[in-house]
């Protein structure tokens, strides 16, 4: 008896000594690849650097988006390791509600979400000045405020035109939450356009969160937790983990929880978006103008198609719609993502967004009559 419970222990031991080991080579191959990529851990482009330049009017913005800005968004999406820098940090700003560093990037927002210290500035009649809602997508969780497509917008048409973008995008809104915007912030802003930049998560209902979280690691919590904050090892696994269970679908992805009821979501979205333009409309200005963000674009894939029913929706309120078709078509499998930890679209994304927009606003009469 003595002898098999030696044994049980001896197998026991010679077990856990592996996984031991094991945890320990990764732990040692993560610290030296993390040292390696150092220069990567750097692609976190400077506030201080100035804005790209924009596509030529002519142009087209998928093919001029800047070197520097496509490599340092590669260089950031191979880095394996979360640097230091890149964590999470809460700060004080004056004038917002809550602060903090994310990414390398500082993050502030006022007291409505939105991404600003300091309170609308009074209408300009003499300025052209487009209100842009949407949820965080708008917002820019992850890069400069200056690299969103609206801070990109603002600097490009600023120079030929009397115009203002105001970024009134929040995280976690839905088209319920964006319809109360617009009817909150119409009267007070007194736009002269509206653009609503779609996420397809806009579907879902008010309230309703996303990612499920079955299928827990196998660990305790709080052990769980101390690995991750204290380990390279246990924030790699962790991570590779969630994305494995999302691959095979046992724990659900951000396509399942908008499909899940996607007829019922249907009907609530195409509500939501009549009302918007009708709001918009009674207020004496031009239709709305929209377009369906994706920052990883599959074509024919299921955000593909959530996308062309979502296009149908805002066509048929009336809205003038930026179509998506060959977006999809140039960067199929593209994956345009700030980085392993951040899913919000990169700057790369933003810039070909915003070449979309810029594009489509040259075309209409009512901004030509603010050129300068």
Same mark, same amino acid.
């Given at each position: 008896?003595?002898?098999?419970?030696?044994?049980?222990? @001896?197998?026991?031991?010679?077990?856990?000594?592996?996984?031991?080991?094991?945890?320990?080579?990764?732990?040692?191959?993560?610290?030296? $690849?993390?040292?390696?990529?150092? &220069?990567?851990?750097?692609?976190?482009?400077?506030?201080?650097?100035?804005?790209?330049a924009a596509p030529p009017a002519s142009?087209?913005?998928?093919? !001029?988006?800047?070197?520097?800005?496509?490599?340092?968004?590669?260089?950031?999406?191979?880095?394996?390791?979360?640097?230091?820098?890149?964590? #999470?940090? $809460?700060?004080?700003? &004056?004038?917002?509600?809550?602060?903090?560093?994310?990414?390398?990037?500082?993050?502030?927002?006022?007291?409505?979400?939105?991404?600003?210290?300091?309170?609308?500035?009074?209408?300009?009649? !003499?300025?052209?000045?487009?209100?842009?809602?949407?949820?965080?997508?708008?917002?820019?969780?992850?890069?400069?405020?200056? $690299?969103?497509?609206?801070?990109?917008?603002? !600097?490009?048409?600023?120079?030929?035109?009397?115009?203002?973008?105001?970024? =009134?995008?929040?995280?976690?809104?839905?088209?319920?939450?964006? /319809?109360?915007?617009?009817?909150?912030? =119409?009267?007070? =802003?007194?736009?002269?356009?509206?653009?609503?930049?779609?996420?397809?998560?806009?579907?879902?209902?008010?309230?309703?969160?996303?990612?499920?979280?079955?299928?827990?690691?196998?660990?305790?919590?709080?052990?769980?937790?101390? =690995?991750?904050? #204290?380990?390279?090892? @246990?924030?790699?696994?962790?991570?590779?983990?969630?994305?494995?269970?999302?691959?095979?679908?046992?724990?659900?992805?951000?396509?399942?929880?908008?499909?899940? $009821?996607?007829?019922?979501?249907?009907?609530?979205?195409?509500?939501?978006?009549?009302?918007?333009?009708?709001?918009?409309?009674?207020?004496?200005?031009?239709?709305?103008?929209?377009?369906?963000?994706?920052?990883?674009?599959?074509?024919?894939?299921?955000?593909?198609?959530?996308?062309?029913?979502?296009?149908?929706?805002?066509?048929?309120?009336?809205?003038?719609?930026? &179509?998506?078709?060959?977006?999809?078509?140039? #960067?199929? #499998?593209?994956?345009?993502?700030?980085?392993?930890?951040?899913?919000? &679209?990169?700057?790369?994304?933003?810039?070909?967004?915003?070449?979309?927009?810029?594009?489509? /606003?040259?075309?209409?009469?009512?901004?030509?009559?603010y050129k300068r």
């Amino acid at each position: 008896m003595n002898k098999r419970i030696r044994n049980v222990l @001896g197998n026991i031991a010679l077990v856990l000594g592996s996984v031991v080991f094991v945890f320990a080579v990764l732990e040692g191959y993560l610290w030296i $690849d993390s040292d390696l990529s150092n &220069p990567a851990n750097a692609t976190v482009i400077s506030a201080a650097a100035p804005a790209p330049a924009a596509p030529p009017a002519s142009g087209d913005p998928d093919a !001029n988006v800047p070197p520097g800005i496509v490599a340092a968004a590669k260089a950031r999406q191979r880095v394996t390791v979360m640097p230091d820098a890149w964590q #999470h940090r $809460d700060v004080n700003v &004056p004038g917002a509600a809550h602060a903090y560093y994310w990414q390398g990037v500082l993050h502030v927002l006022d007291s409505n979400g939105f991404r600003r210290t300091t309170p609308f500035p009074p209408k300009d009649p !003499n300025v052209f000045r487009v209100m842009i809602v949407g949820d965080s997508l708008t917002y820019g969780y992850g890069i400069q405020e200056k $690299d969103t497509f609206t801070g990109l917008l603002n !600097n490009w048409l600023q120079k030929d035109y009397r115009v203002e973008f105001l970024d =009134l995008g929040v995280s976690n809104y839905q088209s319920e939450d964006i /319809l109360r915007v617009i009817r909150t912030f =119409l009267p007070q =802003l007194h736009p002269d356009l509206v653009i609503y930049a779609v996420c397809q998560n806009d579907f879902l209902p008010s309230g309703v969160g996303q990612y499920s979280v079955d299928w827990r690691f196998p660990l305790p919590e709080r052990v769980k937790l101390f =690995l991750i904050a #204290h380990t390279r090892s @246990g924030a790699f696994l962790n991570g590779k983990y969630d994305g494995a269970l999302r691959a095979l679908h046992l724990r659900r992805d951000f396509f399942d929880d908008i499909l899940r $009821d996607f007829a019922g979501y249907q009907k609530r979205f195409r509500r939501d978006v009549g009302e918007m333009n009708s709001v918009v409309n009674a207020a004496g200005l031009p239709p709305m103008m929209a377009l369906v963000l994706d920052q990883y674009p599959d074509y024919h894939g299921r955000g593909y198609q959530i996308t062309k029913v979502a296009e149908a929706a805002l066509r048929d309120a009336g809205m003038d719609v930026i &179509p998506m078709e060959d977006y999809y078509r140039r #960067h199929d #499998h593209e994956v345009m993502q700030v980085s392993e930890w951040e899913g919000h &679209p990169n700057e790369v994304a933003n810039y070909i967004w915003a070449g979309m927009i810029m594009d489509r /606003l040259r075309e209409r009469p009512y901004l030509a009559r603010y050129k300068r």
